[in-house]
């Protein structure tokens, strides 16, 4: 079990950027693949990224490739999503979560959850 705690979210105008940070309190956090998901109020939670566990493979979700960018740091525990050229529509409450095995955008094969960070993006 991976304990996750996001921060970096706050209010941004259009165009602006944030860096998103995940810090993990498990021994094992190597073993782990992490993605970070938001949800927007009234909508469901969606995929924003992933990385593999041992710094392999990165996926995006369509609307924010070529603008975000996921990394992880193995030796302190840390992910992070960096969001530039912030959209009014990148407005949601930003969620970090862990699974083992490769990394996938479906949100219900993370085993693990942090409590999330609000991002507001003002146009």
């Known amino acids: 079990q991976v304990q996750l705690v996001e921060s970096g979210g706050g209010l941004v105008q259009a165009g602006g950027s944030l860096r998103l940070s995940c810090a993990a309190s498990s021994h094992t956090f190597s073993s782990y693949s992490m993605g970070w998901f938001r949800q927007a109020p009234g909508k469901e939670r969606e995929f924003v990224a992933a990385?593999?566990?041992?710094?392999?493979?990165?996926y995006y979700a369509d609307s924010v490739r070529g603008r975000f960018a996921i990394a992880r740091d193995n030796a302190k525990n840390m992910v992070y999503l960096q969001m530039n050229m912030l959209r009014p529509e990148d407005t949601a409450a930003y969620y970090c979560a862990a699974k083992l095995g490769i990394a996938t955008a479906r949100s219900y094969e993370y085993e693990d959850w942090g409590q999330g960070t609000q991002v507001t993006v003002s146009s």
């Open positions: 990385i593999n566990w041992n710094y392999g493979k990165e």
